[in-house]
């Protein structure tokens, strides 16, 4: 019984409000209709900009998913002998395979350069000039993604790429430099043994032997469940022997 008073006493003082909301805006009835309307048109405008937003992101995925299929892709000379041809694009040279790479992730990156997609995207266009040996191109986009990105694992990425791109071109110091960031990094969410491992293959090929080793070692100790550890372990097995022989 309690209940029920209460639930009607609820009921009763629901009523009373709403009469005395109606009665208001009855009085008032200029204020109500410019407030609804103008709460009308916000919420259209909100709809169409959530709108817009949805669409223009979809856009954008398909666009970089377009463009990367042009980076996976493989190129004739490449495919085994016998193999049947894949399904989807394939190139005739890896140069053609690059340039259209390229174009299509910069493409990508000037129509949503405001996004995190859009620095993705430019990311990639500056692998693909890497792998078309126009350093410079990649270089100058590579060092504006690692100043500043909307993607904060960008910068990063820009900073390992930016080791290879240095070590391709015979700039081992640069090289070096690069990828000692990324490894003595505590805050990236990059893999460190990665870029140790790259490190050291850049020390090595440079015939910097004993700093090679060094880092090699490190690579063992820190990580020695890494995929690079064993490769890791025997070169400076090796790098030791020959270094007392």
């Known amino acids: 019984m309690k209940k029920e008073l209460k639930r009607e006493i609820k009921q009763d003082e629901f009523a009373n409000w709403l009469e005395a909301v109606i009665g208001w805006a009855n009085e008032h009835r200029d204020e109500v209709r410019i407030g609804v309307g103008v709460t009308v048109v916000l919420l ?3 709809g169409a900009l959530a709108y817009f937003q949805s669409h223009r992101a979809q856009e954008a995925e398909r666009a970089f998913q377009d463009a990367l299929a042009a980076f996976q892709a493989p190129v004739t000379g490449e495919l085994p002998e016998g193999a049947d041809r894949p399904t989807g694009q394939v190139f005739a040279t890896a140069e053609d395979k690059y340039k259209t790479a390229a174009a299509a992730f910069e493409g990508v990156g000037r129509r949503y350069g405001s996004s995190a997609l859009g620095d993705r995207a430019r990311y990639y266009g500056a692998l693909s000039r890497i792998e078309l040996a126009q350093y410079a191109e990649a270089e100058k986009t590579l ?9 904060e694992l960008v910068p990063e990425l820009a900073r390992l790429a930016l080791g290879g791109l240095y070590r391709r071109s015979g700039e081992t110091d640069r090289a070096v430099e690069a990828y000692r960031g ?19 293959g ?12 060094a880092v090699y070692r490190e690579l ?3 990580y020695p469940t890494s995929v690079y550890a ?4 025997a070169r400076a097995d090796y790098l030791e022997t020959a270094e007392q022989g």
């Open 182 to 200: 990324v490894a003595s990094s505590t805050e990236t969410d990059l893999p460190r043994d990665y870029a140790l491992h790259c490190l050291a």
């Open 143 to 151: 060092r504006e993604l690692q100043g500043a990105s909307n993607d």
């Open 202 to 213: 850049t020390l090595e090929d440079a015939e910097r032997y004993v700093e090679a080793r």
């Open 44 to 46: 259209a405008a909100f």
């Open 220 to 222: 063992v100790e820190e």
């Open 230 to 233: 064993a490769r890791a372990r």
